[in-house]
């Protein structure tokens, strides 16, 4: 076992069996210096360890914040055993080169690792990177990619928040990402070290979530391949929202999203239907090759639940078990799932401990109350309206807020029968209120008066009541079979 440090070292552990009890004893047997005091890496000019993986053929590949790629020799090493390069300055000539914005690479997400072959992207580029001899990383190849133009909610750095995921169609080798582009795409690379004249390094792309701009990624794309049909599928889950701890508190929830794509070995593409019911906050989501499912942990507005979801078609939800409150000690915050080797137990980090589940077979797939996608925006949007009233209320982000609610009017109309017609109403005229105050200037706190901001304050307090009327409405519905 291999861990990165605090402290700039990389630590290696091996695993005993204890002499008192069934409990393995881990002893710590190795400690690599990288961006500790006096290592070969300085921090202040390539940032601090940020991941590790180790290799088949014992060497540790390493990254740091600022751009450095590196390997670490086997125990065999006794001096010199730490090889690296800067991705900011390729030729090690101590001219760091920005990018065309002016702009340094960053690194901010974890690598693949094939054989000798490294794969990482940057928050502007995507890589390959193979081991010379002496274990000295150099640059296979590299290719742009759109890093969007700011962090996303949901997000931890601008650019690509996935690590890479390597898979094989036949004997071909490919790597995805996810860019993060204003419509985000799952981005299918050859990941071989040479192609032909003819072929392109990107293979294919697809946007899994379709015309939806609220799409975040900040976790690893799933990888399934079928040898059978020559295919593989690609998933990735939407985080967007997803900002602090206290984002899912209590009924709030981030942007649903939980889709892919399925490419063949020609390049074709199909983007697979979205499951729209799933919001997915953080958790690395896994996939069972054994059961075909991939499972993933998902905060709904009624507490937080561990699902299942068919590989095959996203929107088949097989199971989904309740875990936890909507109270944040269930929060994961980014800590991964695991399943056990019996392919039956899950085990999750979350902020009060470490949770384990064990789902009963034919655990029913709850309907989460937003089956209708125009019912579920409106809703959000109503959330984000209310949260103004709760802090200092920023009220160009309010009235842009309120236009979005009001475009949705008519669609909630139609869709909750059971408000009554006089509040119907005054959401129609809270909301057409709203829309002049947007229409008649570009507002920003200062150029409010006093009178508008106690009219905006009326405004998202009638909308209070309104969103509790709906939810229930909704729950009605969801005690319906479908």
């Not at 053929?57 to 690296?84: L, M, Q």
């Not at 508190?249 to 983007?271: I, Q």
């Not at 905060?299 to 409150?325: C, E, F, H, I, M």
Request: some cysteine; hydrophobic content about 35%.
């Amino acid at each position: 076992m291999v861990l990165g440090m605090p402290d700039g070292f990389i630590r290696v552990f091996a695993r005993e069996d204890s002499d008192v009890s069934d409990v393995d004893l881990w002893r710590d047997v190795r400690a690599i210096n990288i961006t500790g005091t006096g290592g070969p890496l300085n921090p202040l000019l390539v940032g601090d360890l940020y991941a590790l993986v180790p290799a088949e053929n014992g060497y540790i590949w390493f990254t740091t914040t600022g751009g450095g790629v590196g390997t670490v020799a086997p125990t065999t090493c006794f001096s010199d055993c730490v090889r690296w390069l800067d991705v900011n300055d390729p030729d090690g000539d101590g001219n760091r080169a920005p990018q065309p914005d002016g702009g340094f690479q960053k690194i901010s997400e974890s690598h693949s690792v094939n054989l000798n072959a490294m794969y990482q992207q940057t928050d502007y580029k995507m890589y390959r990177f193979d081991m010379e001899a002496d274990g000295t990383p150099s640059i296979t190849w590299e290719i742009d990619y759109d890093r969007g133009t700011e962090v996303k909610p949901g997000q931890t750095s601008r650019g690509s928040g996935t690590s890479p995921s390597f898979f094989k169609i036949g004997e071909r080798e490919f790597v995805a990402i996810m860019d993060n582009a204003t419509l985000p795409k799952i981005n299918i690379y050859r990941a071989e070290d040479r192609l032909e004249d003819d072929e392109a390094r990107l293979f294919a792309q697809g946007a899994p979530f379709g015309q939806d701009t609220r799409v975040s990624n900040e976790n690893s794309l799933i990888a399934f391949t079928d040898d059978g049909n020559g295919t593989a599928r690609i998933y990735a889950e939407n985080n967007w929202g997803n900002n602090r701890l206290i984002s899912t508190a209590g009924p709030l929830v981030t942007r649903p999203g939980f889709g892919g794509v399925e490419v063949d070995g020609n390049g074709d593409l199909t983007v697979l239907t979205p499951n729209v019911q799933l919001r997915i906050p953080s958790v690395v989501s896994k996939g069972s090759i054994v059961s075909n499912a991939l499972y993933t942990y998902n905060k709904q507005r009624d507490g937080w639940y561990l699902t299942a979801v068919d590989a095959d078609d996203p929107t088949n939800q097989r199971w989904s078990l309740l875990a936890g409150s909507t109270s944040p000690s269930y929060n994961n915050w980014y800590a991964q799932l695991s399943l056990s080797p019996d392919n039956e137990t899950f085990f999750i980090g979350v902020a009060a401990g470490v949770l384990k589940a064990k789902p009963v077979v034919g655990t029913p797939a709850p309907r989460h109350c937003f089956a209708l996608p125009e019912i579920a925006d409106f809703l959000d949007v109503m959330e984000e309206l209310a949260s103004y009233t709760s802090g200092p209320v920023v009220y160009d982000e309010y009235l842009e807020a309120a236009f979005r609610a009001w475009r949705h009017e008519f669609g909630l109309l139609t869709r909750l029968p059971d408000l009554s017609r006089s509040e119907l109403r005054s959401l129609r005229r809270d909301l057409t209120s709203a829309q002049r105050l947007l229409d008649g200037k570009d507002y920003l706190a200062a150029d409010l008066t006093p009178l508008e901001k106690v009219v905006l304050g009326d405004i998202a307090g009638r909308h209070d009541s309104l969103l509790a009327e709906a939810e229930q409405v909704l729950a009605d519905d969801c005690a319906v079979s479908p």
